[in-house]
């Protein structure tokens, strides 16, 4: 069965950095696009950045710049490294699969704070 399981979430000081990871299993990787989305408390979830399979990338205007998306179709896991992080960027941060219908993985939490 299709499994997205994010990592690498915690609490960050502003101006600090993570990198988030999702560990993909249950299809074929390289073939799907990966998309990277994030919710904070009582708004709508937001699509933070998208990398293709011919590793076009895309980003959120808020995250342009500080954000960077990256796949390893070698290891099935897609990055996202996080700059110059601000306490907006807060947020719980999933991982999602063009393949089929779309999948979701459970969520990372991200918090900026000092």
């Known amino acids: 069965q299709v499994q997205l399981v994010e990592s690498g979430g915690g609490l960050v000081q502003p101006g600090g950095s993570l990198r988030l990871s999702c560990a993909a299993s249950g299809f074929t990787f390289s073939r799907y696009t990966m998309r990277w989305y994030r919710q904070a408390p009582g708004k709508e979830r937001e699509l933070v950045a998208t990398?293709?399979?011919?590793?076009?990338?895309n980003y959120a205007d808020s995250v342009k710049g500080r954000f960077t998306i990256s796949r390893d179709n070698a290891k099935n896991t897609v990055y996202l490294q996080m700059n110059s992080l601000k306490p907006e960027d807060t947020a719980l941060y999933y991982c999602?699969?063009?393949?089929?219908?779309?999948?979701w993985g459970q969520g990372t939490q991200v918090t900026v704070s000092s």
């Open positions: 999602y699969t063009t393949m089929r219908s779309g999948y």
């Open positions: 990398v293709t399979s011919t590793n076009s990338t």
